[in-house]
């Protein structure tokens, strides 16, 4: 046999049609362990292990036969002393009238590659255990806590109603400290639980057609004293009333409540906050805008991941946060087939644009546009 042939980077084998070995190269002698020419004569059953063999005789054969060649089959070798190779085979079966026909094929080693596909599959599992361990622990740790705290809280107001006795002035401020303490960290626990719950999908969303104008004007509401008090501007420009999106009318008042209290939290007095929405491609774009500090370009993506506050520091201490309100409304935006997205330029402003499936109204019933 040739030498560039006997020193391929694959094996290298020739049979005929009975299954009889006519010729192997050095390659595939050395990776079934047998010296070098030793396989000729025999069979090719004899280098298949049991699968390869029942393989080779109902579908490898016999669709070599109609077709001429075959690529890329997943086939099981046998070495000498009986380990089990899995290789890739590429053959072509010649025939001719003059001679008897005969097969051509090669095989390349998977050992590699099987190896990595187990250790991705174990990697996976244990990321998979972890994510569920991860979840329970979460969960239960909220509970635990949260008995307690209530306790803490309930105890605090009860001095603070003074049913047991007048408090001095350093006591009523040492319980409002105490209280708003313990409303800090149950609001940490409730960030802490919805996050988990999203991230382990087990959130469920009842998806309505929502009002555009509706869900902003509610959270407006909700928040217009605070925005008043932190000396800013809010303007709406005209939402059509027909403005619609389908979403789940909750999810979406959470993720409008938290881009509106940022752009409170990190606009200094004077500026201006705006909500306007327009339609792009089926889906409706609401834009929260504000004149506050911005973000710097290389912090954009960094500002969704979970835990993550930038330096700059929260111009309102009511709400500290965590660094998961963003993370969390990005994936219920997600949920919702939408997406949570952030524009902005430092010292000038950001604007957050919460993307969600249009909805359109067919016969009275929501339905999300295409
Ligand atoms: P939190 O508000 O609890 O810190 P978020 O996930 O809501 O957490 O926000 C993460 C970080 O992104 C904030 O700490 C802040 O640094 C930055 N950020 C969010 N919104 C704005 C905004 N409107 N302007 C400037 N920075 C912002």
Redesign the pocket.
């Known amino acids: 046999m040739d030498e560039v042939l006997n020193d391929l980077p694959c094996g290298f084998i020739c049979f005929d049609d009975d299954g009889m070995i006519l010729a192997t190269n050095r390659t595939l002698d050395q990776m079934l362990e047998y010296d070098d020419g030793s396989l000729r004569g025999r069979r090719i059953d004899d280098i298949l292990a049991a699968g390869g063999k029942i393989y080779y005789q109902t579908h490898f054969f016999p669709s070599l036969k109609l077709q001429g060649r075959m690529q890329e089959i997943y086939l099981k070798m046998r070495t000498r002393s009986g380990r089990t190779l899995p290789v890739l085979s590429n053959a072509v079966r010649h025939t001719s009238t003059t001679a008897a026909a005969r097969t051509e094929c090669v095989f390349m080693r998977m050992t590699q590659r099987e190896q990595y596909e187990d250790e991705i599959l174990r990697a996976k599992q244990a990321a998979e255990m972890a994510n569920d361990a991860r979840a329970k622990f979460v969960s239960m740790m909220s509970h635990e806590l949260r008995t307690p705290l209530q306790s803490i809280l309930g105890y605090a107001e009860l001095l603070e109603s003074e049913t047991s006795g007048k408090l001095t002035q350093t006591q009523t401020e040492d319980v409002r400290s105490i209280k708003s303490a313990a409303e800090g960290l149950a609001r940490l626990l409730t960030?802490i639980l919805n996050f988990a719950r999203v991230e382990s999908g087990q959130t469920s969303f009842q998806l309505t057609r929502v009002r555009v104008r509706d869900a902003v004007s509610r959270a407006e509401a909700l928040l217009r004293l605070r925005i008043e008090a932190a000396g800013l501007s809010y303007i709406q420009p005209d939402i059509p009333a027909e403005a619609s999106v389908q979403a789940d009318d909750y999810r979406l008042q959470q993720i409008l409540l938290?881009?509106l209290?940022?752009?409170l939290?990190?606009?200094s007095p004077g500026g201006e906050i705006s909500v306007w929405c327009r339609r792009r491609d089926g889906f409706v774009l609401i834009n929260v805008s504000?004149t506050?500090?911005?973000?710097a370009e290389q912090?954009m993506d960094k500002?969704?991941a979970p835990f993550?506050?930038?330096k700059?520091v929260?111009l309102d201490e009511r709400?500290?946060?965590?660094?998961?309100?963003?993370?969390?409304?990005r994936d219920l935006a997600r949920a919702m087939r939408g997406d949570l997205t952030?524009t902005?330029q430092p010292g000038k402003?950001?604007t957050?644009t919460i993307q969600l499936p249009a909805a359109e109204t067919v016969g009275g019933e929501a339905v999300a546009a295409a």
Request: negative net charge.
């Open positions: 960030d938290n881009v209290t940022n752009a939290k990190f606009t504000d506050g500090c911005g973000i912090d500002i969704f993550v506050q930038l700059r929260s709400s500290p946060g965590v660094g998961l309100g963003l993370a969390i409304s952030v902005s402003g950001s957050f």
